[in-house]
């Protein structure tokens, strides 16, 4: 092998390798879930857990809004990257007021960031794991989000949301 082989082999592999890295977000397969965005907990009543939640966690609430359509008050805290989202039902209608009257307050659901909610909601339902919603509908905190049945996830409410920002 002569050097000038060598050196065009090597020039062309690092062209590649920069093409490929280039490309690949172009070609990626969307259904990535990139991190635990926030965990939702059920509470009585926002007025006494605000303060408590700034006490355990040293950080002011940054945002309360409500999302009707859900029947919910809604607080959000920051912790690092991830978030605590507190639920309040607004009427004995609300999935959080019948979910503390047969669990009592507590850990209501875990949020998935994804990076393309339809993608994700297809993978998943594709593999058997029931949504509770057939397209994403909105959420608190500028967000499109889709549930999963806690009866094919072991137990567990998980919710998928997406930035609306950074829905194409
Ligand atoms: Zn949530």
Redesign the pocket.
Known sequence: MDISYKVTSKVLFCRLNCLSFIYAPIFKNYTEMLKIE?L?IAIKELDSSIPLFEQLLNTPCYKTETVASEGVN?AFFQTGEAKI?L?EATNDLSPIAKFIGKKGPGIH?I?FEVENIEAEMKRLAALGFELLNEKPKD??DNKL?CFLHPKTTNGVLI?L?QEKNNHI
């Open positions: 926030h939702g809604t989202e639920l659901h949020a959420g608190a989000v919710e949301c």
